[in-house]
Structure formats: C-alpha cells, structure tokens
C-alpha cells in the first residue's frame, strides 16, 4: 500500500511563505496539485524520480521551488511570494514511473495524498 503523508499547509498572509511536504513510502516521481473551488485541478509543480529535472506552472514559475530528500522520500514545496490567487487545497502525488523528464499530465501519477489546506489573506 502506497502511503503519501502531507503537511505543511496552514494560513498566511500574501507575501509570506509555506513549505509543504509530502512523506512516500517508497521512492517515486513526485508531484504537487491544487485546487481551488469551482476551479479544475491543476499541476503545480512536479520532480522526476532522481531529482534532477523539474516542472512549474507559469503561474508559480520563480515563487515556489520543488525539491526531494531521497533518503527520507519525501518531497517539499517551498511556497515563496504567497498571493491570494495560491489558496487552494494543495494534493501531492507520486508516479512509478522512473524518467529523467519530471512528470507533467495528470494520467502520468498514480497515487494521490489527502489533500492540505493552503489559505493566503489579502
């Protein structure tokens, strides 16, 4: 059983920063989704199984930063710049598959966190 345990979310004010990070059971491709209400799902942020080739959304490109720890699986996302338009709840996700290209559609992950809640006030 693939277990993908987040934290990190919370609320803060538009400027400020969050850091998100999202535990595996094994090592995976990972991957960071939001959603907004009334809004699809969108993919945020992704890192291929090495580490070495990342993804952004051009909303996010130069705020926030994904990155790994693969001695400990997990996955972090550094939230910088924070603007309302970020609060969503934030979904972290891992595919199997090993690349050297970080995954970019969603059908590319195969397993899905719970879900934490990212607010940012004006």
């Known amino acids: 059983q693939v277990q993908l345990v987040e934290s990190g979310g919370g609320l803060v004010q538009a400027g400020g920063s969050l850091r998100l990070s999202c535990a595996a059971s094994s090592r995976y491709g990972m991957g960071w989704f939001r959603q907004a209400p009334g809004k699809e799902r969108e993919l945020v942020a992704s890192?291929?199984?090495?580490?070495?080739?990342?993804y952004y959304a051009d909303s996010v490109k130069g705020r926030f930063t994904i990155s790994r720890d693969n001695a400990k699986n997990t996955a972090y996302l550094q939230m910088d710049s924070l603007k309302p338009d970020d609060t969503a709840v934030y979904y972290c996700?891992?595919?199997?598959?090993?690349?050297?290209?970080?995954?970019?559609?969603?059908?590319?992950?195969?397993?899905w966190g719970q879900g934490t809640q990212v607010t940012v006030s004006s």
């Open positions: 890192i291929n199984w090495g580490g070495g080739s990342t």
């Open positions: 996700a891992a595919t199997r598959t090993i690349t050297s290209t970080p995954p970019s559609r969603p059908h590319e992950f195969h397993y």
